[in-house]
């Protein structure tokens, strides 16, 4: 499974988990709420729902308003199905929040995690966050010594154009910063004191957060027309 396509069945878990959904709400959340999946085709998204069903994660079931399925059926269409999180996909995506491996430091998949801190421990999202934090001062340290190289040799633009990308890794590490220390002061997003985990209605908050979650594209791609069977 590539890293990619490993990030939108996290996604799509995490959203079944709140409640099943037909196939265009969940279009509609991914691009809405997780900003990292706006540069997704939307193609990808049955593939991925038709592998997680055969996995057993995801059950289908036809919709529920019995006059949704009687005009779908007056029109010759099927009614539209709807995603359901088995025990065993509910399972398999705390197995998944659990991870604090290398890949939930990257651009995109730490955005996936961030969205999902809510129903994530609060050790785990410590982990990540010193993960992220550390990557990026890496990054940091990279972009540095190659402006300090490089400097002389580039026009105004292109060294203004490095220097807005270091200011916008610095803002992040500022960031990162201040949520882990309010993590280890056992304070949520909003500076109250709170258990161990999130919320569940803290889930997709990130307004809180200066800046601009990482995302793997800023144009949203035009809506689709609603698809009949899903």
Not at 48 to 69: F, M, R, S
Not at 187 to 197: C, I, M, N, Q
Request: hydrophobic letters at 30%.
């Amino acid at each position: 499974m590539s890293r990619r396509s490993g990030i939108l069945e996290f996604a799509v878990l995490g959203l079944l988990r709140e409640s099943p959904m037909h196939g265009y709400e969940l279009r509609k959340r991914l691009n809405t709420s997780l900003g990292v999946f706006r540069a997704f085709s939307y193609g990808t998204l049955y593939p991925c729902l038709k592998t997680l069903v055969a996995n057993g994660w995801l059950i289908e079931e036809p919709g529920h308003a019995p006059e949704d399925a009687l005009a779908a059926s007056l029109a010759g269409r099927r009614a539209k199905i709807v995603y359901r999180l088995t025990a065993e996909g509910k399972e398999h995506f705390e197995d998944l929040l659990s991870q604090t491996g290398p890949d939930s430091y990257e651009d995109e998949h730490f955005a996936a995690r961030f969205a999902f801190f809510g129903q994530t421990s609060r050790d785990v999202r410590v982990r990540v966050l010193e993960g992220r934090r550390s990557r990026l001062e890496d990054r940091l340290d990279k972009m540095r010594v190659s402006f300090a190289r490089t400097r002389e040799r580039l026009d105004d633009y292109t060294l203004e154009l490095q220097r807005h990308g270091m200011e916008s890794v610095e803002r992040e590490v500022r960031w990162l910063n201040e949520l882990i220390e309010s993590e280890r002061a056992g304070r949520d997003l909003k500076g109250s004191a709170s258990g161990g985990s999130a919320q569940p209605s803290q889930q997709n908050n990130t307004s809180g957060a200066p800046g601009n979650l990482p995302r793997s594209g800023d144009t949203p791609r035009p809506d689709t027309p609603d698809d009949t069977t899903t």
